[in-house]
């Protein structure tokens, strides 16, 4: 009998331990697939050019006001650019995102006098044509030359665009799109939205668990105001962006600081919504201080608000971390909120009290269009990925030095 139930038991814990195996190996390799899908999607897509540069595409039109020189090509350029000495520049056939065939400049000397075209559209203070410094990846959609005797089309293709300069003399008007899909507005965007949120949040909700956690007696209204806390974490993200809209907007408005949605509100949001999780992640590392480092430093002659800020919350930092750190997750991802409370406009330009979008809402806005760009969400996705793994290896070095001074742990 007690043979069969030893055999019972060992029967029990190896199906219990295969299927933990085997649904904790299906959850890594849903993850694992996640992770290698976007970075084969998104990787090729992933430079500094992209991190730095604009994101929006740039439509106007060039002239020279100088003739053609000799700018012999500085390195050998492949079979498949067609480049003219006399004007410095290369061109080759390539297929924008959406599969239209397009002519781009794939070569540019070092001197040709495209690094210094003239914007017709945009003029200086003085009047004068902004100078548009054309790179490559710049497609060329049309070319006027010679007093707009001779004309040349992208649909003509990369060669015949070549033949047609090697005719000009003058360069008259040159249409181009200046490619933008560049994150740098959002990276920064995001940026201030994490410090912003933090500085906010962090000192509300440190105070509240000490509150909670030192101060507070244990009645039932002290249990009611931890449940509602609780029940804060669980509330759709989506309710706190009506927050943002209904409540910050209107009043940093009334203030004059913003006329619409701003990173502020979006922080104020963020920061609402943070709070919760940094209240509990805090008042759970209070909890597991001793009560000896507490009844030590009284004994010392300290007081009980010296011993609260000078032993016991130092001693918690560690875990406080951690509740940080979630907040910074939580910040990166957030998409639903921050589209009420800040908008979805990608802009170059940051300004904190004007629209703007991070990461997160960026990948919103190319995937809510008509024709998603799988492509630049994964490239965005990766560099989030990124930001997140060294923002927690930074603080997981600052968390383990704090640790080791710990000397009751």
């Not at 060992?10 to 992770?35: E, H, W």
């Not at 548009?132 to 040349?152: G, H, M, R, W």
């Not at 619409?260 to 943070?274: D, E, P, Q, R, Y």
């Not at 209240?279 to 011993?307: F, M, V, Y």
């Amino acid at each position: 009998m007690k043979t069969k139930t030893n055999q019972l038991k060992k029967r029990y814990d190896r199906i219990a331990k295969t299927s933990v195996y085997s649904l904790g190996f299906v959850g890594v390799l849903i993850l694992a697939m996640v992770i290698i899908y976007v970075l084969i999607t998104g990787a090729s897509l992933v430079s500094w050019d992209m991190i730095t540069g604009d994101s929006q595409d740039i439509n106007t039109n060039v002239y020279l006001d100088v003739g053609p020189g000799q700018y012999s090509a500085e390195m050998d350029l492949d079979d498949n650019i067609y480049y003219y000495e006399n004007w410095g520049i290369g061109f080759i056939d390539e297929t924008d995102r959406e599969g239209h065939s397009i002519v781009e400049i794939a070569y540019i000397h070092s001197d040709s006098p495209f690094l210094n075209a003239l914007d017709k559209n945009n003029e200086d203070e003085a009047g004068n044509s902004v100078v548009l410094s054309l790179t490559e990846d710049t497609s060329v959609q049309t070319a006027i030359f010679n007093n707009f005797a001779l004309y040349a089309f992208y649909s003509e293709g990369a060669e015949v665009m070549r033949d047609a300069f090697e005719q000009a003399t003058q360069i008259d008007d040159v249409t181009v799109q200046i490619t933008g899909g560049g994150i740098r507005g959002s990276i920064i965007t995001t940026l201030l939205m994490i410090v912003i949120t933090l500085v906010l949040a962090i000192p509300v909700g440190v105070a509240t668990a000490v509150y909670f956690n030192e101060f507070s007696k244990k009645t039932k209204f002290s249990d009611i105001i931890r449940s509602l806390v609780d029940m804060l974490t669980g509330v759709p993200s989506i309710i706190y962006g009506l927050l943002g809209a209904a409540v910050f907007i209107p009043l940093l408005n009334h203030t004059g600081l913003t006329a619409g949605g701003s990173i502020l509100s979006g922080a104020l949001t963020m920061a609402v919504i943070l709070l919760p999780t940094i209240i509990k992640s805090t008042e759970e590392a209070l909890k597991i201080i001793p009560d000896d480092l507490r009844r030590g430093s009284l004994a010392l002659g300290a007081n009980q608000t010296q011993t609260i800020f000078k032993v016991v919350v130092p001693n918690a930092t560690p875990g406080i971390l951690t509740g940080v750190l979630l907040g910074i997750g939580r910040i990166m991802g957030e998409s639903a909120a921050l589209i009420f409370a800040v908008g979805a406009v990608t802009k170059d330009t940051v300004t904190l009290t004007e629209r703007s979008s991070t990461l997160a809402v960026h990948i919103w806005v190319i995937m809510a269009g008509e024709a998603p760009n799988f492509e630049l969400a994964s490239a965005i996705a990766i560099i989030m990925l990124v930001v997140v793994f060294i923002i927690n290896f930074i603080v997981k070095i600052f968390a383990k030095k704090l640790q080791k001074n710990m000397n009751w742990s």
